[in-house]
């Protein structure tokens, strides 16, 4: 399995653009999970979804941000307008829910807003 | 709900000296509990994780973790650093499916 991939690795966009980070599960996981990287704030779960529907995005910091999961092997997380202070590493992981096996992350993407 | 404390933002060791990363947690039901390291410039790699059954946890690179839930705690350790050990380490916890993490542990080894 070629594990969790996300893309682009990196991203350089002007503040209020759009931005949208795309991820594929691994195969046969049934939750898929975001997270957000910054030094202040360390690692913070935005939104998670189960058999692709969401189930809590109590950690989504404002309108301007939102995920889809339109079928079990693709994620996208979107930002629009984009700001500064949205610039962090956004990290997607998956899972099978309830088996107690730990989440797999993907390597990334490093969106830098200026 | 779950969550997770790590005590110690920065933990500095010698090369061969035994490794303590601490973590506590607070949960209303049994968690499912992790350890995660992260390389620079890299995504998270599960070391090990508890679910039921026995509380001394074997994890990658000789890392282990044992749960105590007298001391609602997780600590991570491992009997000798390596210098390849230097990363940053993330204790979590599940509560209904949601994985939350400590604030992470900056592991340093010296020479």
């Known amino acids: 399995d070629a594990g969790v991939i996300q893309s682009p690795r990196h991203e350089v966009t002007e503040m209020g653009q759009e931005v949208t980070l795309r991820c594929k599960p691994i195969s046969g996981h049934n939750s898929l999970f975001w997270y957000r990287q910054t030094m202040m704030r360390g690692l913070e779960l935005l939104i998670y979804f189960n058999n692709n529907v969401p189930i809590d995005d109590s950690g989504m910091p404002e309108d301007r941000f939102s995920a889809k999961m339109p079928n079990a092997s693709f994620s996208t997380l979107k930002i629009q307008p984009s700001e500064p202070r949205d610039s962090a590493v956004y990290f997607c992981a998956s899972s099978l829910l309830d088996r107690g096996d730990g989440y797999t992350f993907g390597s990334g993407t490093r969106l830098t807003v200026v | 709900a779950q969550s997770v404390t790590q005590l110690g933002s920065h933990v500095s060791v010698s090369e061969g000296a035994l490794v303590l990363l601490r973590c506590n947690y607070s949960s209303s039901v049994p968690p499912y509990l992790f350890w995660y390291v992260q390389y620079p410039n890299q995504g998270l790699q599960l070391l090990l994780k508890y679910t039921t059954g026995a509380t001394l946890v074997k994890g990658i690179n000789g890392f282990e973790a044992e749960f105590k839930k007298s001391e609602t705690s997780f600590h991570l350790t491992k009997p000798s650093a390596h210098m390849s050990d230097a990363a940053e380490y993330f204790c979590?916890?599940?509560?209904?499916?949601?994985?939350?993490f400590g604030q992470g542990t900056i592991l340093t080894v010296h020479p």
């Open positions: 979590g916890g599940t509560s209904y499916g949601k994985l939350t």
